[in-house]
């Protein structure tokens, strides 16, 4: 156990209160996650936008499948409470040390939320804690943590709200960098919900409806929540989504479930929140097939959005589009208040008129030579990798557009590859 009580975060930050007394905790490992997870539920209940993210059934279940544990990545169980003076649990801040190599005398250790390595699957990454406390745990665990600077070398701090928190700070949290993410308030009725989009986007989904009927299809809405109907539906989903993937003159989406230990774990979760009642996956049938899926999650009055899937045969009838707005009808029908369409900026979420808000990322760097070292070194590997994306994209534009012009035109291209990158 480590008290804040006068530390050097208190006597700099007005944050705290005089003689407040904050008790930040190390769990001994994945079994004492168990005893807490009444008291965590209740937490996250608190805690809004909702996302599973941060159920203490989502954390268990990521640490028995995904966790890393091989000659690359290693990673360590370091989990922490931080309680006030009366024992209440006011945070959770679900880490993990990942030590690269996994073995060896010559390592870096990376301190990570859970979910940092999985791929996207667990895409909100954050310290669980209530908005208006979250400056106070912030500045209490770091201070932890800067009294254990042997023990890491830099953390990867992700999901932070308050943007402040770095401006009080300036030399403890560096390279902020901001997240959007979507909110789509919901009024009472669909023609409510569409008299507020855009004439462009209204043209779209009479289009979508329209190009389907016109070609004589019909099409059925389904949604799936019952725990037996669960595998059979997330069977096709994973297929949908596995083939949009490969997709690649349009967003990038990624398979997040190519790997056998990602779909066992997504299984799992599906299975058990089914049980509570907190999942659904929406389907789209056209003539007897499914083309078009979503996995979501029910989480008191807020639905979440998660990974999607659908027949790239069938774009041009828009049937993802078709599908959102059945989705929207169904979460206004059950007074359902918002609807959470993820992180990341996608044309696909704004024309929804959704609410645009930002989460916070940043490092925090163990005042260690090490520390400094792994921070340099991190540094380089960003600018490396940011430079070999810019020539994928544009590979991936030039292929794209030569795919689509005629042969004397597209021989007229200049190669991006042979272009200086300043």
Request: overall charge positive.
């Amino acid at each position: 156990m480590y008290e804040i009580g006068s530390s050097f975060w208190m006597k700099r930050s007005a944050l705290f209160r005089r003689g407040a007394t904050l008790r930040v905790e190390e769990l001994s490992g994945p079994d004492a996650l168990e005893a807490i997870t009444p008291e965590w539920e209740e937490l996250d209940a608190q805690v809004s936008p909702r996302t599973p993210f941060t159920s203490p059934l989502w954390a268990k279940l990521w640490w028995r499948h995904l966790r890393q544990k091989g000659p690359a990545i290693r990673q360590e169980f370091f989990v922490h409470t931080v309680r006030d003076e009366a024992g209440k649990l006011l945070a959770i801040a679900p880490l993990v040390i990942a030590h690269r190599p996994g073995f060896g005398p010559l390592q870096f250790r990376l301190l990570q939320f859970f979910g940092e390595t999985d791929g996207g699957i667990t895409d909100h990454r954050c310290l669980l804690c209530r908005e208006q406390d979250e400056p106070r745990m912030i500045q209490a665990l770091a201070s932890y943590l800067y009294d254990r600077k042997e023990k890491w070398d830099l953390f990867v701090w992700t999901g932070i709200r308050h943007n402040d928190v770095a401006q009080d700070h300036p030399r403890t949290l560096q390279d902020y960098t901001k997240t959007p993410y979507y909110l789509v308030p919901l009024p009472d009725s669909w023609e409510k919900f569409r008299a507020g989009l855009s004439a462009n986007m209204k043209r779209t989904i009479r289009k979508c409806y329209k190009h389907l009927a016109r070609d004589g299809h019909r099409f059925t809405f389904r949604t799936v929540s019952r725990p037996e109907d669960i595998p059979i539906s997330l069977e096709r989903l994973l297929a949908l989504h596995s083939g949009r993937a490969q997709f690649k003159y349009a967003t990038r989406h990624p398979d997040l479930f190519a790997k056998a230990p990602h779909r066992a774990f997504i299984a799992d979760v599906g299975r058990l929140m089914a049980e509570r009642n907190q999942l659904r996956i929406f389907e789209l049938e056209v003539d007897g097939k499914v083309l078009a899926s979503r996995m979501a999650f029910l989480l008191g009055d807020e639905l979440y959005l998660h990974f999607s899937g659908y027949d790239l045969d069938w774009r041009k009838h828009g049937i993802m589009t078709t599908l959102m707005c059945e989705c929207f009808k169904w979460a206004i029908e059950r007074g359902i208040k918002i609807v959470n369409l993820a992180k990341g900026k996608d044309a696909s979420k704004i024309r929804w008129r959704s609410r645009e808000s930002a989460f916070h990322d940043a490092l925090l760097m163990s005042p260690t030579w090490r520390g400094s070292l792994t921070y340099d070194l991190r540094k380089t590997k960003k600018r490396v990798v940011s430079v070999s994306e810019e020539i994928r994209l544009a590979v991936q534009r030039q292929r794209f557009f030569t795919s689509h012009l005629p042969p004397l035109a597209a021989s007229t291209l200049i190669n991006p590859v042979t272009l200086p990158l300043g």
